[in-house]
Every structure is written in C-alpha cells, then in structure tokens.
C-alpha cells in the first residue's frame, strides 16, 4: 500500500526533525509547529527537545510585532512590506498570527485564503496562525517557540501579528525587537480611545489608508501630526528611540519602502548600542519568572487541601462572617501550618 504524506511525517525521528528544520524544509517546521500546538504529553516533550537542539541556531531574526484594530491594513501591510523585504533575494519571511478571538471566530485571522495572497505564494514566505487556545499565557509560549523553530529554518524576518484588546499586545511586545502599530487617519481624533499602553509600546506607529485622490489626506496629515504631539506626553522611550510617525498606504504601495527603511533604522540604531540584545535578555527573564509565576498559581489553585480551603473561606466572605482579606491570610496561614 502506498504510504500517505502522513503516514511519513508521523514516522519522523527526532533527528529528522532538526535536520528538516535546520534545512528550512517548511513541511517539517510545519509539522515541529504542530508538535509544538498539540496537548499530548509524549508531543510536548519531543517538541522541548527539538527546541533545544536548535536553540544555537535561533536569534537571527529581526522580530517585528505588528498590532491594529481588526480593518486596519494588517495583512495588506504585511503583503506590501514582505514583498518589499523579499525583492533582496536572501531574505525569508515567517508571519505568524494570534488571534485571540479565533476560538469563538474559529481562526477567523487567517481563515481567509484571500489574506496575502501574493505573499503566501512566495516560496522565500511562511505563513502560520497560532490557534488561540484559551489561556493567554499559552498562546505567547506556542508564538514564542514557533518563532524560535522559524529563526533555526533559516528565517530572518519574523513578524508576529496580533489583533488584540491589550492582553495580547503585550504578549507579542514581550517576544519582539520591534513595535509597529498602524492606526486609521481618523485616529487623530480620537487618541483618547486608543489605549495608552499601546501607544507606549510602539516604535513605530503608521498612518495606514494614507492616500486620498492621488495623495495623502488632510486628515491623515492631521493624524499624523497629533500622534506625534500626543507621544511628547508620554515618558522617553527606553533605549533612547524615539518613536517615528508615517503616513502609508498598503493598498497604494505609498511609503511602503519608507517604513522598511523605518524599520532597518531602528535595528542599526539598536544593534549599534548593543540595545537589541538587552532588549531579549530582559525578555528572557521576565519570561522565566512569568513561567514560575504561572507555574506556582496553578499549582496552588490544583492542590486538593486549596481546594478545600477555599471553598470554606468563600462561604465564610458570603455570609459576611470575615473579610476577604483576612480569609486570605487565614489560608495562607492554615496552609503554611499543614505543610
Ligand atoms: P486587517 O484586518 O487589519 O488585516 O485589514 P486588511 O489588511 O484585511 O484590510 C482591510 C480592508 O482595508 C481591505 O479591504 C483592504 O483592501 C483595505 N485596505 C488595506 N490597506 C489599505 C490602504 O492603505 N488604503 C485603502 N484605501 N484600503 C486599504
């Protein structure tokens, strides 16, 4: 009987595995990615073990974040820039996507065939959605390692792009060298909705649907200008960047060679002052202590004697008998005497 493709990839060795990704066979980083997705133990392990034989082969990539209100040119941005980046022929780009609604949307980020569609047809291109599980703290893990698994196949450019209500902004700032929010010309107006945190975070903010009538808008002009105002509010940057401002147009082809420009910019300037590798070792160690953070809570909220307590304290605060705080040091309490 003829074997099906399957049927081969699920007879890969460990071995197989990190050569295929070391070779850049996207089929086999593809197939590292699912590992790395699935909730069997014997995957997850095999997974970890991949990652670290791969691990000297990762970090050379320039790790993009690019953030926006669902409509905003996202796709259309990340078409017109990675074809941008691709005319240099020795240059591959991986674009993966968190959608932190895809569960109720079912994938709804990438679902779309029509979404970079050029780009997708690109053979120097990988594109891949990281389905949202329900745990936050999840998906970054899953982006992150995949976008480790991306840089040992030989990816330089990774972008990570992100829909988001704040929380998984954060995620992807956390895991990225570089920023890019792209904001709508009516957003000028309208700064005091656009979360400051946000804001803050980016190294790059850009004015997409820039071109009116052959070029670019009053509004988008007026937008432009106020972001910039806006951000003489907000603290200095860390690593001494000053965020830049531009107006594009993805749809239009308008400015996208100055954002790669934007972009090539701010990674001299931050490998120069050696800030770039600060930047990641800050992040490694917050990641660390995140996952230990992560890791003890769980731990706790699973612990039978917990469990118990909990649910008596709880009664104890509804029927107004003590405060929460004090039934929380009473737990602690209780606990720390039972051992
Ligand atoms: P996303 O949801 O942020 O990924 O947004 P899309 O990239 O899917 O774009 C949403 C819609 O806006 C699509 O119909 C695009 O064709 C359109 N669009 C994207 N960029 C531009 C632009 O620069 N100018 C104009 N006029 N339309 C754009």
Not at 190 to 205: H, N, P, S, V
Not at 267 to 290: A, C, I, M, P, W
Not at 314 to 326: D, H
Request: aromatic residues 6%.
């Amino acid at each position: 009987m003829e074997k099906t493709q399957e049927d081969v990839m699920s007879k890969l060795t460990k071995q197989d595995y990190i050569k295929g990704i070391l070779d850049g066979n996207t089929i086999v980083l593809s197939r590292a990615i699912t590992l790395l997705e699935s909730t069997k133990e014997e995957h997850y392990t095999l997974a970890q073990e991949i990652l670290q034989q791969i691990l000297p082969k990762t970090g050379n990539a320039k790790r993009i974040g690019i953030t926006g209100v669902p409509g905003v040119g996202k796709s259309t941005i990340i078409e017109a820039l990675g074809l941008k980046i691709l005319e240099d022929k020795t240059n591959k780009i991986a674009v993966l996507a968190i959608d932190p609604s895809s569960q109720l949307s079912k994938g709804s980020i990438l679902g779309d065939k029509t979404r970079m569609e050029l780009l997708s047809a690109n053979s120097n291109a990988y594109i891949r959605p990281t389905s949202a599980g329900n745990k936050l703290g999840g998906v970054s893990r899953k982006t992150h390692e995949t976008l480790l698994l991306c840089e040992a196949a030989g990816f330089n450019h990774i972008i990570i792009e992100t829909v988001g209500v704040g929380q998984s902004e954060t995620a992807v700032n956390a895991m990225v060298d570089c920023f890019l929010l792209l904001l709508l010309p009516g957003a000028g107006d309208e700064l005091q909705g656009i979360k400051r945190g946000i804001m803050e975070m980016a190294d790059i903010i850009a004015v997409n649907k820039s071109i009116e009538n052959e070029k670019v808008s009053t509004q988008a002009n007026k937008a432009r200008k106020e972001i910039n105002t806006a951000l003489h509010y907000f603290p200095s940057k860390e690593f001494s960047w000053i965020t830049k401002v531009l107006n594009v147009d993805a749809l239009k082809n308008y400015n996208i060679d100055k954002l790669q420009e934007t972009i090539d910019n701010f990674f001299n300037h931050q490998n120069q002052k050696g800030y770039l590798n600060k930047r990641r070792n800050q992040q490694d160690v917050s990641r660390l202590e995140e996952t230990i953070n992560q890791t003890i809570l769980q731990n706790f909220y699973e612990n039978d004697m917990v469990k118990q307590e909990l649910t008596k304290w709880k009664q104890e605060i509804v029927a107004g008998k003590t405060t929460s705080y004090q039934a929380a040091e009473k737990i602690i309490l209780n606990l720390k005497s039972k051992g």
